[in-house]
Structures are given as structure tokens and as C-alpha cells.
């Protein structure tokens, strides 16, 4: 009997969007294997045949290949925990979860994302824009979380694994998160859901 795990995650460490696929696959209790696709890895033909744009993460669950994360997150939560907690059914708080998803894909990833791959490995953008979009995501967070506990819903969502690593670790972009202390109440209650592990800090850019 083959008693590996039908589901194999590649990513990398370092990635925003690997690391809420694996936060999701282990607070779903699911087990999984973990392939690191660096730059490299992910010019291969092999890997080209999972995702053709190169890009990761991805996930294959025995022959079913997802790409893109945010299709995956949805993939684990209709499968294997479907009406959870995590993608409520009521059309109103399944909107606002899709809404903070979407900002997830956009903002945080064009804000905090972008000026964290700018500054840690010289990746191609334009730092300014980077914080002037995180900082007026940052804003917007800051109102919207004055008076509520997750971004979606009272309780953790997608959303709010969506979002977490990105603007947790906005510091090694060089964006301070001190002028923003219910952002920082938030970050501390997503890293204290049981089972929840964060990404590995990176250098602070010299001030």
C-alpha cells in the first residue's frame, strides 16, 4: 500500500502566496508534500506541464493540478471541508470573503508583496508605487478593522489567510506597520488560530 500523501504543494519559503496554501493544508488536517520550485525549477518541462506560466504555487491532488492560489484555497475548502467556516455559504459573507481575496490578488500583492520582492531580491518594480499603494491599503485596513475581529466575517476566513503573510512581513519591504495598530491587533489574532504557523522572518532593509 502507497501510504505518501495525493497532495503535493510546490512553492518556495519565502512566498506569500505558498505559504497560505500550506497554512490552509495544515489547518485542514490534510497531509501533503512539499516540493521547493525556485526560479529554476520552474523553467522546467516538467514543471512548465503543471502550470505553463511558471509560476507557483501550485497543487496536485492525485491527477487534479490547481494553479494559482486563490483557486486553490477554494479547491481545499469545497473538497474537503465544505461549508465550513472558512468559505461561509451566505451570499453576503461569501461576498466579502471573494472581495478581501480579490484585494488579496491586487493591493497586497502590488502594495506590501511588490516592495518586499523589490528590496529582498531586486525584483522588477517601482518601489514608490509599491508604498504608496500599501500605504493606502494600510489606511483603508486600519478603518475597516477598528471595530471587527477578521476581515470577513467575526471568525477567521480565507480572507484573512489571503492576506496575512504579505502585510505581516510588509516590514521587509520597508513599510512600517508601527502607525497601525488594529492591522497589528489583527496580524496577532491570525497567528494565534491553533496550528497556524508563519513564514520565516527576512532581513529588515537598513533604515
Not at 4 to 30: D, F, M, N, Q, W
Not at 147 to 159: E, G, K, V
Not at 169 to 179: F, K, S, T, V, W
Request: hydrophobic share 45%; proline share 10%.
Amino acid at each position: 500500500m502507497n501510504s505518501s500523501p495525493s497532495i503535493t504543494l510546490y512553492g518556495t519559503p519565502p512566498s506569500g502566496h505558498a505559504h497560505r496554501v500550506e497554512v490552509l493544508l495544515k489547518l485542514l488536517g490534510l497531509p501533503y508534500g512539499y516540493v521547493t520550485a525556485t526560479a529554476d525549477v520552474r523553467q522546467t518541462p516538467g514543471f512548465l506541464a503543471l502550470n505553463p506560466l511558471g509560476q507557483i504555487p501550485v497543487l496536485q491532488d492525485g491527477d487534479t493540478v490547481i494553479c494559482d492560489s486563490t483557486a486553490i484555497l477554494i479547491y481545499l475548502v469545497e473538497k474537503y471541508a465544505p461549508g465550513s467556516a472558512w468559505l461561509p455559504r451566505d451570499p453576503e459573507t461569501r461576498a466579502e470573503v471573494q472581495r478581501w481575496l480579490s484585494i488579496a490578488s491586487a493591493e497586497v500583492r502590488f502594495g506590501p508583496a511588490t516592495a518586499r520582492a523589490v528590496t529582498q531580491w531586486n525584483m522588477a518594480g517601482h518601489l514608490d508605487t509599491a508604498h504608496a499603494i500599501a500605504a493606502r491599503l494600510f489606511g483603508f485596513m486600519e478603518g475597516h478593522l477598528a471595530d471587527r475581529t477578521f476581515l470577513a466575517a467575526p471568525h477567521p476566513t480565507l480572507a484573512d489567510l489571503a492576506c496575512y503573510a504579505y502585510i505581516a512581513h510588509a516590514p521587509e519591504g520597508g513599510i512600517d506597520l508601527a502607525p497601525y495598530p488594529h492591522i497589528r491587533a489583527w496580524l496577532g489574532r491570525v497567528a494565534a488560530i491553533p496550528g497556524f504557523t508563519d513564514m520565516a522572518p527576512l532581513p529588515l532593509p537598513a533604515r
